[in-house]
Protein backbone atom coordinates (compact mmCIF):
# COMPACT_ATOMS: atom_id res chain seq x y z
CA UNK A 1 0.00 0.00 0.00
CA UNK A 2 1.08 3.72 -0.03
CA UNK A 3 2.90 4.77 2.78
CA UNK A 4 4.89 8.27 3.21
CA UNK A 5 7.05 8.84 6.00
CA UNK A 6 8.63 11.73 6.73
CA UNK A 7 11.75 13.19 8.48
CA UNK A 8 14.29 16.11 9.31
CA UNK A 9 12.35 17.96 11.75
CA UNK A 10 13.43 19.73 14.71
CA UNK A 11 14.11 23.12 16.57
CA UNK A 12 16.01 25.77 15.12
CA UNK A 13 17.09 29.63 15.41
CA UNK A 14 15.10 32.26 13.25
CA UNK A 15 17.59 32.14 10.55
CA UNK A 16 18.37 28.59 10.54
CA UNK A 17 17.63 25.93 7.90
CA UNK A 18 16.39 21.97 8.10
CA UNK A 19 16.51 19.68 5.31
CA UNK A 20 13.09 17.33 5.62
CA UNK A 21 12.66 14.21 3.71
CA UNK A 22 10.08 12.10 2.64
CA UNK A 23 10.30 8.42 2.05
CA UNK A 24 7.40 7.11 -0.21
CA UNK A 25 6.56 3.43 -1.24
CA UNK A 26 3.46 1.38 -2.66
CA UNK A 27 3.64 3.15 -6.06
CA UNK A 28 5.16 4.52 -9.18
CA UNK A 29 7.15 7.53 -7.59
CA UNK A 30 8.83 8.79 -10.19
CA UNK A 31 5.36 9.17 -12.74
CA UNK A 32 3.66 11.21 -9.61
CA UNK A 33 4.00 14.71 -8.34
CA UNK A 34 4.56 15.11 -4.81
CA UNK A 35 4.03 17.87 -2.58
CA UNK A 36 4.94 19.18 0.86
CA UNK A 37 2.28 21.03 3.14
CA UNK A 38 2.20 22.53 6.81
CA UNK A 39 -0.11 23.05 9.54
CA UNK A 40 0.73 25.61 12.41
CA UNK A 41 -1.71 25.35 15.41
CA UNK A 42 -4.44 27.20 14.88
CA UNK A 43 -4.34 27.54 11.10
CA UNK A 44 -5.35 25.66 8.11
CA UNK A 45 -2.85 23.19 6.15
CA UNK A 46 -1.46 24.90 3.52
CA UNK A 47 0.61 23.81 0.80
CA UNK A 48 4.25 24.72 0.62
CA UNK A 49 5.83 23.15 -2.64
CA UNK A 50 5.31 20.74 -5.05
CA UNK A 51 7.68 18.93 -7.40
CA UNK A 52 5.86 17.31 -10.40
CA UNK A 53 7.20 14.28 -12.00
CA UNK A 54 9.07 16.21 -14.78
CA UNK A 55 10.74 18.21 -12.25
CA UNK A 56 9.23 21.37 -12.42
CA UNK A 57 8.19 23.09 -9.25
CA UNK A 58 5.99 25.31 -7.69
CA UNK A 59 6.10 27.19 -4.30
CA UNK A 60 3.75 29.38 -1.71
CA UNK A 61 4.46 32.75 -2.06
CA UNK A 62 5.82 32.97 1.15
CA UNK A 63 8.45 30.54 0.80
CA UNK A 64 10.13 31.44 -2.49
CA UNK A 65 13.78 31.77 -2.41
CA UNK A 66 13.93 30.33 0.85
CA UNK A 67 12.59 27.01 0.67
CA UNK A 68 13.81 24.02 -2.21
CA UNK A 69 11.68 21.35 -3.28
CA UNK A 70 14.08 18.20 -4.72
CA UNK A 71 13.18 14.63 -5.53
CA UNK A 72 15.50 11.55 -6.15
CA UNK A 73 13.50 8.64 -8.37
CA UNK A 74 16.02 6.32 -7.77
CA UNK A 75 15.66 6.36 -3.82
CA UNK A 76 12.05 7.11 -4.18
CA UNK A 77 12.53 10.22 -2.02
CA UNK A 78 11.53 13.97 -1.68
CA UNK A 79 12.97 16.18 -0.30
CA UNK A 80 12.46 19.83 1.31
CA UNK A 81 15.21 22.64 1.87
CA UNK A 82 14.36 25.36 3.88
CA UNK A 83 16.52 28.16 4.35
CA UNK A 84 16.29 31.68 6.51
CA UNK A 85 13.68 29.61 8.55
CA UNK A 86 11.77 32.28 10.47
CA UNK A 87 9.51 31.84 13.48
CA UNK A 88 5.88 31.68 10.89
CA UNK A 89 7.85 28.36 9.57
CA UNK A 90 6.80 26.62 12.94
CA UNK A 91 4.09 23.76 11.93
CA UNK A 92 4.14 19.91 11.18
CA UNK A 93 5.00 19.23 7.50
CA UNK A 94 3.30 16.82 5.81
CA UNK A 95 4.22 14.71 2.51
CA UNK A 96 1.08 14.72 0.23
CA UNK A 97 0.35 12.57 -2.88
CA UNK A 98 -2.18 11.93 -5.16
CA UNK A 99 -3.03 9.06 -7.44
CA UNK A 100 -5.93 9.19 -9.41
CA UNK A 101 -8.81 10.38 -7.00
CA UNK A 102 -7.14 9.42 -3.67
CA UNK A 103 -4.78 11.52 -1.56
CA UNK A 104 -2.16 10.40 0.86
CA UNK A 105 -0.73 11.98 3.85
CA UNK A 106 2.43 11.40 5.77
CA UNK A 107 2.48 11.20 9.72
CA UNK A 108 4.34 14.55 9.65
CA UNK A 109 7.34 15.90 11.39
CA UNK A 110 7.43 18.77 13.58
CA UNK A 111 9.63 22.54 12.81
CA UNK A 112 9.64 24.58 15.40
CA UNK A 113 11.91 28.26 15.22
CA UNK A 114 12.75 30.49 17.45
CA UNK A 115 13.29 33.91 17.30
Known amino acids: QVQLVESGGGSVQSGGSLRLSCAAS????????MTWWRQAPGKEREMVATILNNHNTIYADDVKGRFTISRDNTKNMTFLQMDDLEPEDSAVYYC?????????WGPGTQVTVSS
Open 26 to 33: GFSFSSIA
Open 96 to 104: RTKIFYTVY
